[in-house]
């Protein structure tokens, strides 16, 4: 398959929820301080003990929030044109890596929980088996399904 000029039937750019989660820990952490600091300084034998949980409850939110920075990192690129598919995927630290597929052979497979909604969206080729936006919410998931379905029944039928 060959890259073409055409004018792209679908094409999305997947990235996770950047939402600032974290922010409500350390809020947490701060108003649990300011709550225990006078028991503390009253009864000062437990001081180094509470002193010790504050650190290792900040250290675990340092290193939660790094690993959030890195998942906020990836993205994946899916564009379909009428005769090709193509999934470009990047990660934190990670090469860039480009598969492409012919929309004809290739099957679009939903997941979906008890409430019937979408769970894992999965492109399966052949043998293989590739996930789609594995790190989208459920909402995102369901509505991105929607629609890069409805564009891959399109380039079907418009070959």
């Given at each position: 398959m060959q890259v073409t000029t055409n004018k792209p039937l679908f094409a999305a750019t997947l990235r996770p929820d950047r939402a600032m989660r974290l922010t409500g820990g350390w809020a947490a952490?701060?108003?649990?301080?300011?709550?225990?600091?006078?028991?503390?300084?009253?009864?000062s034998e437990y001081l180094l003990t509470g002193a010790l949980a504050f650190a290792?409850?900040?250290?675990?939110?340092?290193?939660?929030?790094?690993?959030?920075?890195r998942r906020t990192h990836q993205t994946q690129t899916v564009t379909l044109w009428p005769e090709q598919l193509e999934v470009v995927e990047q990660g934190f630290a990670k090469p860039k890596r480009m598969q492409r597929?012919?929309?004809?052979?290739?099957?679009?497979?939903?997941?979906?929980?008890?409430?019937?909604?979408?769970?894992?969206?999965l492109?399966?080729?052949?043998?293989?088996?590739?996930?789609?936006?594995?790190f989208l919410s459920m909402d995102d998931?369901?509505?991105?399904?929607?629609?890069?379905?409805?564009?891959?029944?399109?380039?079907r039928r418009n070959r």
């Open positions: 952490l701060v108003v649990a301080f300011l709550g225990v600091m006078p028991v503390l300084m009253i009864a290792c409850a900040a250290v675990g939110l340092i290193i939660y929030g790094q690993s959030q920075r597929f012919d929309p004809n052979t290739v099957r679009l497979v939903l997941h979906r929980d008890a409430f019937e909604r979408t769970t894992q969206i492109l399966k080729h052949e043998d293989e088996i590739h996930e789609l936006g594995a998931k369901g509505s991105f399904a929607k629609a890069f379905g409805a564009a891959l029944r399109q380039a």
